[in-house]
């Protein structure tokens, strides 16, 4: 489906040089190569810009950025896999970030992009940000949840009803005890 395919055994070790790998090449495509593109159009289309700032987006990057090194490297270890959809996890992942967001990859990556929108004082960057946020919810989101549904069935459906896509849990998600009656 939709090139999902379950990792190959591997160790962390693999799996987390693959994931820092796809970071270098997802960060430098959508949060440097398309920001400076942007940029470059709205100067040559004379698009108003607004006062960047700098403290801020710089800030917030950090930040947004901890959040989506950890969120690979939680994927990595224990989804015994990657984020990327043709070595995706071997495992549902429920703890580390995933424990209070649904997909704490994309809203850090979302986040990233509007700091750098931050830093640049750039309407249109922060428009792609929100584009790219639309397109990932309704056109990734739900593939990538019934490929999730069809390979951890009624364990990833708990926690879907239990965690929110985009707005964090003010306490992290506990998997609830096997039921033990016979």
């Not at 190959?8 to 070790?13: R, S, V």
């Not at 709205?42 to 700098?54: D, H, I, L, T």
């Not at 809203?107 to 397109?135: C, E, F, I, M, N």
Request: glycine content about 10%; some cysteine.
């Amino acid at each position: 489906m939709f090139g999902f395919q379950e990792a190959k055994p591997a160790g962390a070790a693999r799996n987390i040089l693959l994931t820092e790998l796809q970071t270098v090449v997802f960060w430098g495509f959508f949060l440097f190569l398309m920001p400076w593109l942007i940029t470059l159009l709205e100067a040559r289309f004379g698009v108003p810009s607004f006062a960047p700032q700098r403290v801020a987006g710089v800030v917030w990057f950090a930040a947004a950025s901890a959040v989506g090194l950890v969120t690979g490297i939680t994927m990595a270890v224990i989804g015994r896999g990657t984020p990327l959809p043709m070595r995706c996890a071997r495992v549902l992942v429920v703890r580390g970030p995933y424990a209070y967001v649904r997909n704490p990859m994309a809203l850090s990556g979302l986040s990233q992009g509007a700091a750098v929108g931050l830093w640049l004082g750039s309407r249109l960057t922060l428009a792609y940000v929100v584009v790219g946020g639309v397109l990932w919810h309704v056109g990734v989101r739900p593939v990538e949840e019934r490929d999730m549904e069809q390979r951890f069935g009624a364990p990833f459906l708990r926690y879907r009803r239990a965690v929110r896509c985009w707005i964090p849990r003010l306490t992290a998600y506990r998997v609830p005890p096997p039921n033990t009656r016979g």
